[in-house]
């Protein structure tokens, strides 16, 4: 249990205008509209039916198609597809979840054990060890034990079941998109836009659903102890975020084995397009989509979401809110999400119902619209949300200094402040990764003079999309924190994640529809039903980027406030980076995301190799496999992904989660800080350039296939040897983009959380090497 000084200088000036009783009644019922609009998005995309027959009650009849025929073989094969790439994503996923469900066993036994030992598995209740006049009695260590153990099961069980539901939302919509893109580029996008929005709204009403009731269950024991209710329910964030990486790192190696494997071979070497039905890889391909982009990401954006929460809760148990018992005050994290909801529910209806898509140019405007859209909206409502929801006046535990005085209109700059810093990231993201602008069209040129300069370009444009989203970043941090000090900055990152529905649905919007032109591929639907799921596909490659940018902007200032609530509960009175301990802990932090990414890229490679290696001999001794007489083996690459992804992810989840643990106790709180501070640092700043990188080499190929433009035309097009050059380098992306870059996000969000999850343990116990104290 913490012991640490609360906000007494200064009492919470004005009662707030919202009661507890309708904070009560505005999260849940924000949560259950947003499920309820989910399912009314998924009963519409559930009327297109993915067979040959007359049009249904929803008009979606697949008769009057652009190309004219209604071929029922055809639309056969197509559900034949869907079903083979939703079998192979259930079994993976089955699969990872067993290894999941032991670690998530022994991990919860680990800190029951761990907390539970720092009172020695006390069950009585004790006075709290702080500058309170009323004598308030905090709940045993044991009972605080307990309830974290029981918040990381949560916490992990909901990250699981938002990352397999986005995957069976996914596999379920990617057929009909095909099949919609039949009628034209507005129906499939339609079809892919409410898919994304239906994973959108479950995952963040779900998380948020669960996170309230969770809390006020504990409520039920800790009483009016808020300290020990709220570093309880830090597990929930801890058990998400430990999903989340294995998610990302396993589904991550899982589709660029598959992806490294079939691009290399069927395009370089056979010369065969994208989704090929004959390439062996194009199966394991489409499924990798599905467990690394749709679930990972799912898995990911919850951790930010419940990290960036438990850590505006737990410093908000500290401040002038936490001692007047404020429940409404608490709750304004919550409600920002609950809020946020609303918001995107408005937004989503701009592009399905007001400025829907009718041509292929309409496509990459209406899903920037999105952003653009659900920041306006969202700002008047966070404004209103602060003004209503917090007393006029409150202070906030600064560690190593006077308490913080905030007023409530300060909270508003705080949460827009990290709001608009993202759609500034979502934005620059665009910039650097779409071909509508020079950039990438500046990478696509440079495969005139093969592979390596298209490498350099693309490096370089990495390196150069740091620095706008790190001075976003910074502005926010600086803000934010100058107006409320820690508090400030973990409001910052709710912010950016206020419009999560929405960011969620234009990022899952790119999976479905690159699995969709996979589809029509292999399904032999022609070149104009392909035309128009790659222009689909190009902006969901934008769309993603966009996502990935929001996810690590977010993961920065998650980081920094669970940092902050980290030294507070850890009785840090100061980092001080030029003290031996901090600078030793603060160059190895810095060292560990290019340790963790050379084990992801390793691991890739690995896989690729194996990949690489059985879709050579399956050229080599099928015959009549090139001239499609005869199908391949797909399931020998699916079993190669799943098996290498499963086998790979251990070693860099490990390094992930034991480093905490062992800095912790081995060498103390000062030294795990430095470590913590490093790691956000060296990590925010890669994982933008890796994502960024590898996005672009994407759209400079996608750029070159296309030939839209003069400059396209004159690069050639598939099969040329500058589009030779550009499917290298995005086979070179391709793990920077999946795998080691969306995971650094992770890396850094999960290490401070656990550290923050883990901080009585380790000042009670940590230092065995260094010692105790600065």
């Not at 499920?35 to 559930?46: E, P, T, Y």
């Not at 199966?283 to 990798?288: E, L, M």
């Not at 924190?481 to 973990?490: D, N, P, R, S, V």
């Not at 790659?534 to 990935?548: E, R, V």
């Amino acid at each position: 249990m913490m012991a640490s000084s609360t906000a007494v200088g200064v009492e919470a000036l004005g009662a707030t205008l919202v009661t507890p009783w309708a904070v009560q009644v505005f999260i849940p019922a924000s949560a259950l509209i947003g499920i309820a609009f989910a399912i009314v998005q998924w009963s519409i995309v559930a009327k297109i039916p993915v067979r040959s027959g007359a049009a249904t009650d929803g008009g979606y009849s697949l008769i009057a198609d652009e190309g004219g025929v209604e071929d029922a073989s055809v639309i056969a094969k197509v559900a034949e597809i869907q079903e083979a790439i939703s079998l192979g994503a259930v079994s993976f996923l089955t699969t990872e979840y067993w290894y999941l469900a032991i670690f998530m066993t022994l991990f919860t036994a680990i800190i029951f054990l761990f907390l539970g030992s720092v009172d020695g598995f006390g069950r009585e209740w004790k006075p709290c060890d702080r500058s309170d006049p009323t004598g308030k009695m905090c709940a045993p260590g044991t009972a605080v034990a307990l309830f974290s153990a029981v918040a990381f099961a949560l916490g992990a069980l909901t990250s699981t079941l938002s990352g397999f539901l986005g995957m069976k939302i996914a596999t379920y919509a990617n057929a009909r998109t095909t099949l919609q893109a039949r009628k034209g580029v507005g129906a499939a996008f339609a079809v892919a836009f409410r898919s994304g929005s239906v994973m959108g709204f479950l995952l963040t009403a779900n998380g948020l659903l669960v996170l309230f009731l969770a809390i006020l269950g504990f409520k039920q024991y800790f009483g009016d102890d808020w300290v020990g209710l709220y570093e309880a329910i830090a597990g929930y964030g801890l058990g998400g975020s430990s999903v989340a990486l294995f998610g990302r790192v396993g589904g991550g190696i899982y589709t660029k084995a598959a992806d490294v494997g079939a691009d290399l071979v069927g395009k370089v070497e056979r010369n065969i397009p994208e989704d090929d039905p004959r390439n062996p890889a194009v199966i394991a391909d489409n499924v990798g989509d599905n467990v690394g982009d749709i679930a990972g990401m799912g898995a990911d954006l919850f951790g930010s979401f419940a990290e960036s929460t438990c850590a505006a809760l737990v410093i908000s148990s500290l401040s002038s809110m936490g001692t007047d018992l404020d429940f409404t005050a608490m709750s304004f994290p919550l409600l920002i999400t609950g809020s946020g909801i609303l918001v995107c529910l408005l937004t989503t209806l701009v592009a399905t119902d007001i400025q829907v898509v009718d041509t292929i140019k309409d496509i990459e405007p209406s899903l920037k619209r999105q952003l653009l859209v659900s920041s306006v909206l969202m700002t008047p409502t966070i404004l209103a949300v602060s003004y209503l929801c917090l007393p006029a006046q409150f202070s906030i535990v600064v560690a190593g200094h006077e308490d913080k005085v905030v007023k409530n209109w300060y909270m508003f700059f705080c949460v827009a402040a990290g709001l608009w810093a993202g759609l500034i990231i979502g934005y620059v993201t665009e910039y650097f990764t779409s071909h509508q602008y020079s950039p990438v069209r500046d990478v696509a040129d440079a495969c005139r003079t093969g592979a390596a300069t298209n490498i350099i370009f693309g490096l370089a444009l990495g390196y150069k999309s740091v620095i706008i989203p790190v001075f976003a970043i910074a502005g926010a941090v600086y803000l934010s924190y100058t107006l409320a000090a820690m508090y400030g900055i973990a409001c910052a990152a709710l912010g950016m994640l206020s419009t999560l529905s929405t960011c969620l649905a234009i990022d899952a919007y790119g999976p479905i529809s690159d699995n969709a032109g996979g589809i029509a591929e292999m399904a032999e639907m022609g070149p104009r039903i392909r035309e128009k799921t790659d222009a689909l596909d190009s902006a969901g490659n934008t769309t993603a980027a966009i996502g990935k940018g929001f996810a690590i902007g977010s993961a920065a200032l998650v980081s920094l406030a669970l940092f902050g609530a980290y030294v507070n509960r850890a009785g840090i009175s100061e980092v001080n980076v030029i003290a031996p301990k901090e600078f030793v802990g603060l160059i190895v932090g810095a060292m560990l995301p290019y340790w963790f990414s050379a084990m992801t890229m390793k691991s890739v490679g690995k896989a690729a190799l194996a990949m690489v290696e059985e879709v050579r001999r399956q050229f080599n001794t099928i015959a009549g496999l090139m001239e499609g007489t005869v199908k391949p083996d797909y399931k020998k690459c699916v079993m190669i992904s799943t098996d290498a992804s499963l086998r790979e992810m251990i070693a860099p989840g490990c390094l992930v989660m034991l480093t905490p643990i062992i800095a912790g106790y081995l060498f103390g709180v000062y030294t795990l800080a430095g470590i913590l501070a490093g790691a956000l640092v060296s990590g925010v700043q890669m994982a933008i350039s890796a994502s960024n990188t590898g996005g672009a080499w994407d759209n400079a190929k996608k750029y070159i296939e296309a030939g839209n433009t003069e400059q396209a035309r004159a690069l050639g097009r598939k099969g040329s040897a500058c589009h030779k050059a550009a499917v290298i380098g995005d086979t070179v992306g391709d793990p920077l983009k999946d795998t080691s870059g969306p995971s650094l996000n992770i890396l850094i969000k999960l290490m401070a959380v656990e550290s923050l999850v883990f901080a009585p343990f380790f000042k009670e116990h940590g230092g065995v090497l260094f010692g105790r104290r600065s």
